[in-house]
């Protein structure tokens, strides 16, 4: 049986835990953190920096590295290399700083919308925050979201992070099935639903790319995305090009 080895330094900012065989984790040091107040965007960047350097060398040993939120984990062939190699390889990496790594997505949305069909939380965001439906709208679609990881289901991406005016706790009763399309908040992070499913986090408006497209993969760990407001009329129109566009 594999036993687990303690958090191994190999630089000022970043701890390697080496989790078995085949498999490594980064993260950034607790001396790093206590010295640099960081932001989890911050720390998100920093291990992309990462992230993206190790995919760029291109080690030949190299099976998958996953970027998600302040931590990389790394798989590795283990019959072609272990773990000591591979710490000598991240004590030697040259870290590729200030290059464009990933996509920028710019997603359009509907706040307008609260039917039976798209159900809205635009009225309980604006009670418990005390903000017009239009600061609500002004402030979501003013930040450059970074995509911190991708679970819960497919294509479901963790973005963040929102303003801290529009912080909201989960819905005390989550619904069984959200909408597909669904943008939505909770706590510091907000999201796209993909698919249909059930979901406690509050729903300010629709993607209509998400409703009638969303199939194959769309993001990736250390993406960008941008929301940009649109009307319902438009949001009509765009469910109508979407669909006539669908094979």
Sequence with gaps: ???????????????????????????????????????????????????????????????????????????????????????????????????????????????????????SDMGLVSAHTSLRTSDIVALHTSQLYSVFAIGFM????????????????????????VPAGAVAIADNQTAIYPSVSPGGWHILGYAPSFIVKCMSPVFSSGDKVQFKEISPPTFNQRLDEYSSQKV
């Design 154 to 177: 497919p294509n479901f991406a963790y973005l963040g992070e929102v303003n801290d005016k529009l912080s909201m706790p989960r819905l005390p009763n989550p619904r069984l099935k």
């Design 1 to 119: 049986m594999f036993n687990q080895t303690a958090n191994i330094t190999i630089n000022e900012k970043v701890d390697v835990l080496v989790l078995n065989e085949s498999s490594i984790l980064l993260s950034l040091t607790p001396d790093y953190l206590a010295k640099n107040s960081q932001s989890l965007v911050n720390r998100n960047e920093l291990m992309r920096t990462y992230s993206c350097s190790i995919v760029d060398s291109k080690p030949d040993w190299l099976i998958d590295c996953v970027l998600s939120y302040d931590t990389v984990l790394i798989e590795y062939d283990c019959l072609s290399v272990d773990h000591y190699a591979v710490l000598a390889y991240l004590k030697n990496l040259n870290i590729i700083a200030n290059k464009q790594f990933g996509k920028t997505h710019k997603i359009e949305v509907c706040y307008e919308l609260d039917c039976e069909q798209y159900a």
